[in-house]
């Protein structure tokens, strides 16, 4: 997106969905399309700008939906036949939207225990030792440790504006491949806000770079460090994957806070 806005391109960084919207308000001779990325975490605000632009007939916005959900790609890895992942820490502010519903299927299923946890240093550190005493007893359950935040049926206002507005779609995840019902479109109902349909996009898949082990990361089969282009090929300022480009990804949390980086 930076490389399309140095070639004259404009793109904007907003804090809000909501701005794109008024952006477009003031702008009706511009098409706005707002980049809808993230996981379950950022798509109500995503949501509510189509319900937004709707009720304030701003026609000219739409949204380039590209949401992931969190438990189909917590059942793709486990169903792997590669899985060594013994236990999971769910990510606390998707289920302060989603709440805990949808996990209990999935430590069933797989007997495999789950923590939902929070980012704090403490959280992390009591939801690590939640899931060993777990592992250690021989069980396998959904445990909330993020109690001050997630509620058993989550944010109500907040799935109910994402029900209006996504349906579920098959989404493809970098390193990964193509999960099933793993993402949030825009549903038939508002259509002429999906930048895919308005525009007729068929958008080509980013290649991936051969030399990137992304995928055995993101399931847990290696650690960054162990990726021979770590830190010196591949570097948050020129990432080879997508795990070293957000602040949260993997490698680029080993590249910022690993004693291997000393
Ligand atoms: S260090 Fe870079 S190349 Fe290696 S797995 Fe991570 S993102 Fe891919």
Not at 135 to 149: A, F, I, P, S, W
Request: glycine share 6%; proline share 6%.
């Amino acid at each position: 997106m930076l490389e399309a806005k140095a070639e004259g391109a404009d793109v904007r960084i907003l804090y809000s969905p909501l701005e794109a919207v008024q952006l477009a308000k003031e702008n009706p001779d511009k098409e706005v399309i707002f980049f809808a990325v993230g996981f379950e975490t950022t798509a109500p605000a995503n949501a509510l700008s189509i319900v937004h632009a709707d009720k304030m007939g701003v026609s000219n916005y739409s949204i380039l939906a590209s949401h992931v959900l969190v438990p189909p790609a917590m059942e793709a890895i486990l169903s792997d036949k590669e899985n060594q992942i013994d236990a999971f820490l769910a990510a606390g502010h998707a289920c302060t939207i989603m709440g805990m519903e949808e996990y209990y299927p999935v430590v069933e299923k797989y007997k495999t225990p789950v923590v939902i946890t929070g980012f704090e240093p403490v959280d992390l550190l009591q939801g690590i030792l939640m899931a060993i005493q777990q592992l250690e007893k021989g069980e396998y359950k959904l445990e909330n440790q993020y109690t001050r935040y997630v509620q058993r049926e989550g944010n109500r206002m907040a799935k109910q504006t994402m029900e209006e507005v996504f349906a579920i779609s098959d989404r493809m995840w970098r390193g990964i491949g193509t999960i099933p019902q793993s993402g949030y479109e825009v549903n038939e109902k508002y259509k002429q806000y999906n930048s895919r349909v308005k525009f007729n996009l068929d958008l080509p898949v980013a290649p991936e770079n051969p030399e990137c082990i992304s995928g055995d990361i993101m399931k847990g089969l290696k650690k960054p460090i162990q990726c021979p282009n770590f830190g010196t090929k591949c570097k948050p300022e020129h990432p080879l994957g997508a795990p070293m480009v957000s602040s949260e990804g993997a490698c680029a949390a080993y590249y910022h806070y690993s004693s291997a980086t000393k």
